[in-house]
């Protein structure tokens, strides 16, 4: 496969996901992908930038950094640049634990989008599944962060403990001048599903928690809400809960227009989609650009058709635009790819 083949390739590249370690200074008990050790054979630094420069190459939009936590790796800085030198949209999302004064001036410093610290409620929710002390970092980081001119936002994975409390935390957040904050679903695998967290709450009672408070509470509110794409899907507020105005969902964009690569260079469409039989093939092994273009990758959303919608999503009038949701939280929750759980569309009658 070349460059000149894949500018007539149908599903174009923007955007990617990629775990630079699986080293953390927590071990969460809901960690999808089970962090806290970095991965022995984890890419070195000139992998990395053979990484970006293939992102690069293949017209790449934006990259998300995640972990693991970014910052314990002694590169990122290096593997950063890689990115924006090339005119990557480049982000980081972190825990926010370790956040030292030398790490923001290094931020200061480089073109970077923003910096999004996961935060998952009030102190005494957040601190039970990580450690105690660890709100009061994950705060602290977000004052030094915005005090220092840098683009932050906040990130929350609901579960039952903390989804009831977001109305909470939001009186909480309204004193900081983040950007955004992401509500997003917590998906039971890794640690979650060991642990065997409880990850189930109302997804209508979020969705009008943030339609109500997006654009409703204008006078008080200073950044967006939005939902991520495995919470939905098209109840009366779509258009106005996935954080810019007249947004809507349109799919899972798994391996269409998304993918995930994990330390040690694995390639999947997601990187939530954390199970070795959706791994496309390893860096190390084969380019990015001939796993993208094979023959039959992410065959999962390439190949789907209505017919493959299983469950509620069987026969609704959405399923052909939806396609069944998030393919990543439909795995771990029913073990289906095209059946969603946490679907909160209502039709005339009733509850779906």
């Given at each position: 496969m070349?460059?000149?083949?894949y500018?007539?390739?149908?599903?174009?590249l923007?955007?990617?996901v990629?775990?630079?370690?699986?080293?953390?200074?927590?071990r969460?008990?809901?960690?999808?992908s089970?962090?806290?050790?970095?991965?022995?054979?984890?890419?070195t630094?000139?992998?990395?930038?053979s990484?970006?420069?293939q992102?690069?190459?293949?017209g790449?939009?934006r990259?998300?950094l995640?972990g693991?936590?970014?910052?314990?790796?002694?590169?990122?800085?290096t593997?950063?640049?890689?990115?924006t030198?090339?005119?990557?949209?480049?982000?980081i999302?972190?825990n926010?634990?370790r956040?030292?004064?030398?790490?923001?001036?290094?931020?200061?410093?480089?073109?970077?989008e923003?910096?999004?610290?996961?935060?998952?409620?009030?102190?005494d929710?957040h601190?039970?599944?990580?450690?105690?002390?660890?709100?009061?970092?994950?705060?602290?980081?977000l004052?030094?962060?915005?005090?220092?001119?840098?683009h932050?936002?906040?990130?929350?994975?609901l579960?039952?403990?903390?989804a009831?409390?977001?109305?909470?935390?939001?009186?909480?957040?309204?004193?900081?001048?983040?950007?955004?904050?992401q509500l997003?679903?917590?998906s039971?695998m890794?640690?979650?599903a060991d642990n065997r967290?409880?990850?189930?709450?109302?997804?209508?009672?979020?969705?009008?928690?943030?339609a109500?408070?997006?654009?409703?509470?204008?006078?008080?509110?200073?950044?967006y809400?939005?939902i991520?794409?495995?919470?939905?899907?098209?109840?009366p507020?779509e258009t106005?809960?996935r954080?810019?105005r007249g947004?809507?969902?349109?799919?899972?964009?798994a391996?269409?227009?998304?993918?995930?690569?994990?330390s040690?260079g694995?390639?999947?469409?997601?990187e939530?989609?954390y199970?070795?039989?959706?791994?496309e093939?390893?860096l190390?092994?084969?380019?990015?650009?001939?796993?993208?273009?094979?023959?039959?990758?992410?065959?999962?959303?390439?190949?789907?058709?209505?017919?493959?919608?299983?469950?509620?999503?069987?026969g609704?009038?959405?399923?052909?635009?939806?396609?069944?949701?998030?393919r990543?939280?439909?795995?771990?929750?029913?073990?289906?790819?095209?059946?969603?759980?946490?679907?909160?569309?209502?039709?005339?009658?009733?509850?779906r």
């Amino acid at each position: 496969m070349t460059l000149s083949d894949y500018r007539s390739f149908p599903y174009r590249l923007d955007s990617c996901v990629w775990e630079i370690t699986l080293g953390c200074c927590f071990r969460c008990a809901y960690c999808g992908s089970s962090g806290g050790k970095a991965r022995e054979n984890e890419l070195t630094t000139e992998e990395c930038d053979s990484v970006a420069a293939q992102l690069a190459g293949m017209g790449c939009r934006r990259v998300s950094l995640i972990g693991g936590e970014v910052f314990m790796r002694n590169d990122w800085e290096t593997i950063v640049r890689g990115l924006t030198s090339r005119g990557i949209i480049t982000c980081i999302i972190t825990n926010g634990f370790r956040m030292t004064p030398e790490i923001i001036a290094s931020l200061k410093k480089l073109d970077i989008e923003s910096v999004a610290v996961s935060v998952d409620g009030p102190e005494d929710v957040h601190d039970a599944y990580r450690q105690k002390g660890s709100y009061r970092r994950a705060m602290e980081a977000l004052e030094a962060l915005t005090s220092n001119g840098i683009h932050t936002s906040v990130i929350s994975a609901l579960r039952a403990d903390n989804a009831p409390r977001i109305r909470e935390f939001y009186e909480i957040l309204k004193n900081y001048p983040i950007f955004a904050w992401q509500l997003q679903a917590c998906s039971p695998m890794g640690n979650a599903a060991d642990n065997r967290v409880d990850v189930r709450f109302d997804a209508g009672e979020v969705i009008r928690f943030v339609a109500d408070t997006a654009w409703n509470d204008a006078a008080n509110r200073s950044f967006y809400i939005g939902i991520a794409d495995n919470i939905g899907y098209y109840t009366p507020e779509e258009t106005l809960i996935r954080g810019i105005r007249g947004l809507r969902y349109n799919g899972c964009s798994a391996g269409l227009t998304t993918l995930g690569i994990d330390s040690v260079g694995n390639v999947r469409g997601c990187e939530s989609m954390y199970d070795e039989r959706f791994n496309e093939g390893n860096l190390r092994e084969r380019s990015l650009l001939d796993i993208w273009m094979g023959e039959n990758a992410f065959r999962y959303n390439r190949q789907f058709s209505p017919d493959m919608l299983t469950g509620k999503c069987a026969g609704c009038p959405c399923g052909p635009v939806c396609a069944g949701g998030c393919r990543s939280y439909n795995w771990f929750t029913t073990g289906k790819l095209y059946e969603n759980i946490l679907c909160a569309r209502r039709e005339e009658g009733g509850a779906r």
